[in-house]
């Protein structure tokens, strides 16, 4: 069923689900530091395979297969995804689990009624140091998504949802339709994150224009450039606090759930969530299946519909501007870049990746292909969010996603490896 097709309803929700596994480093001691093979292998608590197993039984496999039945079943259910480059490599490389993984994604998408997203390849930082990595990660990004899924992507999301008024004139420059972002009341101010909006229009430097410019996706700027806003209260109440027996609402049920959205204002209704709320933040005996199997046949008898994202901004005008002069995301409290470069941990690791670039761009005919792609998995945002120190002896979401036993591992481990990277890079240079 197209868009053009669907009937008219009260509101609609488009559901954007971000799929990313980093590539976790190995123990590295400082006796290993110039000797150091396969920064990305090691014992078993690092063993990204094994974990990739795991989050795939408990979540990508049942989740995808519970999205295929809803969308056959509901010709006017719609989902859309974001899914990293190393995530999709790690499909790639893991045998036979890794090829169901993407196999049944791959059956989603052919649906139709789901939508793939552009994002950084490497799930970086890049934008804060380095706006040719940034559009080069972009870049290929979308040549993996259009290898292995014959899509090209003309909506954007940045790592974490970091944006700023920036950030979406660069994307427009890249002839991206649209972009998503947090609603965060900070910026909104007394409005809603249920309408569709138009970023402030920003400056970009000269320099930064020419490299955006340089990347498009297309010869012309499509009309208009949208801006999506996650409403995060909707959205946390599933990604956050549905097994919360604390939880003054709990258990959250579908038809509470439903009535909630149907007495929520505006146009559409972004639910944004990392994909791994189904089965692994959210185990599956918490009813989290049940409740997804549910909520399309009961949001249709509401008259609420469902959109992806280009459909979302195909189906309704701006109402207005949002001014967001600095960066945002969609992480802790704060909504800032707190979590990845709060601490001189983070900030010297940050430092330290993003200086070698020009060495190892400006020697590109000598550095291996293998070892630019090593350096470019260092700049992964996890490995940054592993350092965050704010609320790790509260027993945070820091410490629950986290390798390591306490952010100064994961320094020591960092810096380590990139010392014997250096090293590695110095004998070729």
């Known amino acids: 069923m197209t868009d053009r097709k669907m009937k008219k309803y009260n509101k609609t929700i488009c559901f954007y689900f971000e799929v990313h596994q980093p590539y976790r480093l190995s123990k590295c001691s400082a006796f290993e530091v110039g000797q150091k093979q396969g920064y990305f292998e090691g014992p078993p608590e690092y063993e990204n395979k094994k974990i990739f197993e795991k989050v795939a039984a408990k979540c990508y496999l049942p989740a995808n297969k519970l999205m295929l039945e809803l969308l056959n079943k509901h010709p006017e259910f719609r989902v859309s995804y974001s899914l990293s480059g190393v995530f999709l490599e790690q499909c790639l490389e893991y045998g036979e689990i890794g090829k169901q993984v993407l196999d049944s994604f791959k059956a989603i998408f052919k649906t139709g009624q789901a939508e793939i997203l552009s994002e950084t390849y490497y799930h970086s930082l890049a934008w804060l140091f380095s706006k040719d990595e940034f559009a080069q990660q972009i870049h290929k990004h979308s040549q993996l998504v259009y290898k292995l899924f014959h899509k090209k992507p003309t909506i954007f999301r940045n790592t974490e949802l970091i944006y700023s008024n920036e950030i979406a004139e660069f994307i427009r420059e890249m002839g991206y339709k649209g972009i998503l972002a947090e609603g965060w009341d900070y910026y909104l101010d007394w409005r809603s994150p249920n309408f569709l909006y138009q970023p402030h229009k920003a400056s970009l430097h000269p320099e930064d224009r020419k490299i955006a410019q340089k990347n498009r996706i297309r010869k012309t700027l499509p009309k208009n450039f949208n801006l999506l806003l996650k409403n995060y209260k909707l959205s946390d109440d599933i990604a956050f606090r549905f097994s919360n027996r604390g939880w003054s609402e709990w258990p959250l049920n579908v038809d509470k759930y439903v009535a909630w959205l149907g007495a929520t204002d505006g146009e559409t209704i972004n639910l944004f969530m990392d994909y791994e709320t189904f089965g ?92 630019l792609h090593d350096w470019r998995k260092l700049q992964t945002s996890d490995h940054f969010y592993y350092m965050c120190t704010k609320y790790w002896n509260d027993g945070d979401v820091h410490a629950y996603f986290s390798p390591y036993e306490s952010p100064y591992d994961a320094f020591i481990t960092y810096m380590n490896t990139l010392t014997d990277f250096e090293q590695k890079l110095a004998q070729l240079t």
């Open 280 to 371: 692994e933040h959210q185990w599956e005996d918490t009813g989290i299946f049940e409740f997804m199997r549910h909520l399309p046949a009961e949001c249709l008898k509401q008259n609420i519909g469902f959109r992806t994202p280009s459909e979302t901004i195909k189906a309704y005008k701006p109402v207005g501007e949002v001014d967001v002069p600095h960066l945002m995301s969609w992480a802790d409290m704060e909504r800032d870049l707190s979590a990845w470069c709060s601490n001189q941990l983070q900030e010297s690791a940050l430092k330290r990746i993003f200086d070698i670039e020009h060495e190892i761009k400006a020697n590109a005919d000598m550095v291996q292909e293998s070892l």
